[in-house]
């Protein structure tokens, strides 16, 4: 296994809190709820970037590069992320974004473009269909003007991101056998899949038995994601160079509690509420909110046994709740939301 001898730059605050959510677990009169505070990573507003970065960063600085290309949504945590681990080491970052136009700028700055814009990211929006094009474009200026750009693909979703997820279980293992804890199941956010590709080779290689739960954040069906998840594990196991023998049926993935990718949702806004008045733990509206109305869900429906320990893990993404306050105080007042589909979404042209 190369886990220890892979390029790596620290940039999170490690071990994370492992926490219990006592309310919740007596709201839901299910199973003992605890959470594993991955926002609270330490590199800007916290998240599961962070881990991923830590490898993706140590690659690029063992390239040479002086600068970070990358792309996602308009409002992407992980760009974020990935300025800030930028920056941390020196080196400027280019942004390819997505929005409902190419050009889109809008009016008031919030949520995490205003990070973007505060971390002095250079940024391009341009429709999904352009987007790859135009990160090849604005590497190739990049290196005609003499720099040595570094391309971060995926969103962090490649082997070495995948790394970080395999340490976080390193982590988990030790935490938990220092409390005596067992889990039976581990609910989390599934997006691009790097994080449930390396937390499902981590529950595998430690025979932990532990269930892995994937709840999308609406960017792909359960069909599309499980295939995808599966083949960045196998790419990934080879990459690290570990032994372990994964199925496609160790990939539990839920399609049906975001709707589309950042829509703002009844059902996602409960969850943010009802965190933040249980528990006073702020959640994401995008994806943190998906896999926590899929656990209430899941206890509401009764598929787990009372005797079940279940923890969920929180990647983040708080920074983007501020962007949704018209739609959660609309929600949380009862009232009908101004928009459902953001105003930044490529959903909307
Ligand atoms: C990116 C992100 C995820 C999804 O992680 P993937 O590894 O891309 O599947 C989950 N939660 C938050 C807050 C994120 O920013």
Same mark, same amino acid.
């Given at each position: 296994?190369?886990?220890?001898?892979?390029?790596?730059?620290r940039?999170?605050n490690?071990?994370? %809190?492992?926490? #219990?959510?006592?309310?919740?677990?007596?709201a839901?009169?299910? %199973?003992r709820?605890?959470v594993?505070?991955?926002d609270?990573?330490?590199?800007?507003?916290?998240?599961?970037?962070?881990?991923?970065l830590? @490898?993706l960063?140590?690659?690029a600085?063992?390239? =040479?590069?002086?600068? !970070?290309v990358t792309?996602?949504g308009?409002?992407?945590n992980?760009?974020t992320?990935a300025?800030a681990?930028a920056r941390?080491?020196g080196?400027k970052?280019?942004?390819v974004?997505t929005?409902p136009h190419?050009?889109? *700028?809008?009016?008031?700055?919030?949520?995490?473009?205003?990070l973007?814009?505060?971390a002095?990211?250079?940024m391009?929006?341009?429709?999904?269909? =352009?987007?790859?094009?135009?990160?090849?474009?604005?590497?190739?200026?990049?290196k005609a003007a003499?720099?040595?750009?570094f391309?971060?693909?995926?969103m962090g979703?490649?082997p070495p991101?995948?790394a970080?997820?395999?340490n976080? $279980?390193i982590?988990?293992?030790?935490?938990?056998s220092?409390?005596?804890?067992?889990?039976d199941?581990?609910v989390h956010?599934t997006?691009a899949g790097?994080?449930?590709a390396?937390?499902i !080779?981590?529950?595998?290689a $430690?025979?932990t038995?532990? =269930?892995v739960i994937g709840?999308?954040?609406? &960017?792909?069906?359960?069909? #599309?994601q499980?295939?995808?998840?599966?083949?960045?594990?196998?790419? &990934?196991?080879? $990459? !690290?160079?570990?032994d372990?023998k994964?199925?496609m049926? *160790?990939v539990?993935v839920?399609?049906?509690y975001a709707?589309?990718?950042? @829509?703002a949702?009844?059902?996602?806004a409960?969850a943010v509420?009802?965190l933040?008045?249980l528990?006073?733990?702020?959640l994401?509206?995008?994806?943190t909110?998906?896999?926590?109305a899929c656990l !209430?869900?899941l206890?509401?429906?009764?598929a787990f =046994?009372? #005797?079940?320990?279940?923890?969920?893990l929180h990647t983040?993404?708080?920074a983007a709740? $501020?962007? @949704?306050?018209?739609?959660?105080r609309?929600?949380? #007042?009862?009232k009908?939301?101004p928009w459902?589909i953001?105003p930044?979404s490529p *959903?909307?042209h």
């Amino acid at each position: 296994m190369k886990l220890n001898s892979l390029p790596r730059i620290r940039l999170a605050n490690l071990p994370t %809190p492992l926490q #219990e959510l006592p309310n919740l677990t007596r709201a839901l009169k299910g %199973p003992r709820i605890f959470v594993k505070r991955d926002d609270l990573t330490g590199l800007a507003f916290g998240g599961n970037k962070t881990r991923k970065l830590e @490898y993706l960063m140590g690659e690029a600085a063992e390239q =040479k590069a002086d600068c !970070i290309v990358t792309h996602a949504g308009f409002h992407s945590n992980w760009l974020t992320q990935a300025a800030a681990a930028a920056r941390k080491v020196g080196m400027k970052i280019f942004m390819v974004k997505t929005g409902p136009h190419d050009g889109y *700028d809008p009016e008031e700055y919030d949520g995490n473009h205003l990070l973007h814009f505060l971390a002095g990211a250079s940024m391009k929006v341009v429709r999904p269909e =352009k987007i790859a094009a135009t990160v090849e474009e604005t590497a190739a200026e990049l290196k005609a003007a003499g720099l040595r750009p570094f391309i971060l693909r995926e969103m962090g979703s490649t082997p070495p991101g995948v790394a970080g997820y395999v340490n976080f $279980f390193i982590e988990l293992v030790a935490q938990t056998s220092n409390l005596g804890l067992c889990f039976d199941y581990l609910v989390h956010t599934t997006g691009a899949g790097g994080t449930q590709a390396g937390l499902i !080779i981590g529950a595998k290689a $430690f025979h932990t038995g532990m =269930k892995v739960i994937g709840s999308t954040s609406g &960017s792909r069906t359960k069909a #599309e994601q499980t295939p995808r998840v599966f083949n960045l594990i196998q790419d &990934s196991l080879q $990459f !690290i160079d570990m032994d372990v023998k994964v199925g496609m049926e *160790d990939v539990v993935v839920y399609d049906q509690y975001a709707d589309g990718y950042g @829509y703002a949702t009844e059902k996602k806004a409960e969850a943010v509420r009802m965190l933040a008045e249980l528990e006073g733990l702020f959640l994401d509206p995008v994806y943190t909110a998906s896999s926590m109305a899929c656990l !209430i869900d899941l206890c509401r429906k009764g598929a787990f =046994k009372k #005797e079940n320990t279940v923890l969920f893990l929180h990647t983040g993404g708080s920074a983007a709740l $501020f962007a @949704y306050k018209e739609p959660l105080r609309a929600f949380g #007042e009862g009232k009908k939301a101004p928009w459902t589909i953001p105003p930044w979404s490529p *959903d909307r042209h």
